[in-house]
T-cell receptor, first 112, second 111 residues
């Protein structure tokens, strides 16, 4: 699905680093999402933005900080992560809440 | 009770058989139900969605919804090795229509 792009595709970082994940959607959608997918676990919803406004923060630690400057772009700023934060981070978008979500290819993150 | 439950599998079927994947959900008010397929190392891709009780067919795939039993299933007819993947059930819950995913069922279709 080329409608939702994510960069970088792979990221290795130390626990003291600061990095950012980027997501961009070209589908004209109004809602964007960050999910975390760890091995053997269900997809975990992290953040939801609807028309650039954050509508959900699913008890995510403050070391993850989202930013949504407009309906097409979504960032996830990372700082002082822990090894257990290593996972696949997926961005998705939908026309609106409750509508079909389309996923980006994900960023595979490894925290050393 | 988990919000969305699926058997983790693995489910193994021979090529050409029907694969049946099941999902139950806890929120009686849920209105939208989705099936996604996820190949290893890839992101989920939508197979189909269903909103109304009954069956919905799309090619070799049939989604079945029973809101009274809070149950949704996916049937794959004439299974192919290329259908081998993890199948995720997703359900919209609550007033915000947040999507909740099951843990997924891993399907293997053997030639």
């Amino acid at each position: 699905e080329t409608g939702v792009t994510q960069t970088p595709r792979h990221l290795v970082m130390g626990m003291t680093n600061k990095k950012s994940l980027k997501c961009e959607q070209h589908l004209g959608h109004n809602a964007m999402y960050w999910y975390k997918q760890s091995a053997k676990k269900p997809l975990e919803l992290m953040f939801v933005y609807n028309f650039k406004e954050q509508t959900e923060n699913n008890s995510v630690p403050s070391r993850f900080s989202p930013e949504c400057p407009n309906s097409s772009h979504l960032f996830l700023h990372l700082h002082t992560l822990q090894p257990e934060d290593s996972a696949l981070y997926l961005c998705a978008s939908s026309l609106g809440p409750g509508e079909t979500q389309y996923f980006g290819p994900g960023t595979r993150l490894l925290v050393l | 009770q988990k919000e969305v439950e699926q058997n983790s599998g693995p489910l193994s079927v021979p090529e050409g058989a029907i694969a049946s994947l099941n999902c139950t959900y806890s929120d009686r008010g849920s209105q939208s139900f989705f099936w996604y397929r996820q190949y290893s190392g890839k992101s989920p891709e939508l197979i189909m969605f269903i909103y109304s009780n009954g069956d919905k067919e799309d090619g070799r795939f049939t989604a079945q919804l029973n809101k009274a039993s809070q149950y949704v299933s996916l049937l794959i007819r004439d299974s192919q090795p290329s259908d081998s993947a993890t199948y995720l059930c997703a359900v919209n819950i609550g007033n915000n229509n947040d999507m909740r995913f099951g843990a997924g069922t891993r399907l293997t279709v053997k030639p």
